[in-house]
């Protein structure tokens, strides 16, 4: 008889208020970084990235009184697993009304896990134009990179097993606002 895996929350790492204080701080190290906001563009992955690329955008709106031009960007047909993928994938609108060419620009996801999102991503951004930098901003960084690609800003570094995923929970996507650890347990 075959056991039967559940996934299950093992730990809530981030409440709505640690969320927000994260975010806060990644805003102000990019202003720092980049010496203000000049040519300074923000792109969020879908689905996640791109409220918390809008939830950044107010806060360096607050910071600098400066509303900074925010990008929305669907990888799905630049995935490396896409042959594998057993169900028709569906493809949303990437939507960067604004160009990228000789622009700096901060690529923001929930979590940084393997990389493979992330080199999508830039594979995507490369095509659309060319930008003088792209850098990288993710809410959660939990490690266990197969590709060599790291974040210039991280709201919270989560070691975590490969049992383990990280539930990125927002009231825009998700009716929560949170971040949980939940795991696989056989039954």
Do not use: C, W
């Not at 960007?73 to 490396?80: E, F, G, H, K, V």
């Not at 169900?87 to 939507?95: A, C, D, R, S, W």
């Not at 210039?152 to 383990?164: F, H, L, M």
């Amino acid at each position: 008889m075959s056991k039967a895996i559940n996934l299950v929350d093992k730990a809530i790492i981030m409440d709505a208020q640690a969320i927000k204080r994260a975010l806060t701080r990644v805003a102000h190290e990019i202003v720092e970084r980049n010496k203000g906001v000049g040519d300074l563009t923000l792109v969020g992955i879908r689905t996640r990235g791109v409220p918390l690329a809008q939830r950044i955008a107010e806060e360096i709106k607050r910071i600098e009184g400066i509303e900074l031009p925010v990008g929305v960007l669907d990888i799905t047909l630049y995935r490396d697993d896409l042959s594998t993928l057993a169900y028709q994938p569906i493809v949303h609108e990437t939507l960067i009304p604004f160009s990228i060419n000789g622009k700096k620009i901060v690529l923001i996801d929930d979590v940084l896990f393997t990389g493979r999102t992330v080199r999508a991503a830039l594979d995507a951004i490369i095509d659309i134009g060319r930008p003088s930098a792209i850098q990288l901003a993710v809410l959660i960084d939990r490690g266990h990179r197969e590709l060599p690609i790291r974040a210039d800003y991280v709201g919270k570094n989560v070691p975590t097993s490969s049992r383990e995923i990280v539930s990125v929970q927002l009231t825009s996507t998700d009716d929560a606002e949170q971040v949980v650890i939940k795991e696989f347990t056989e039954e």
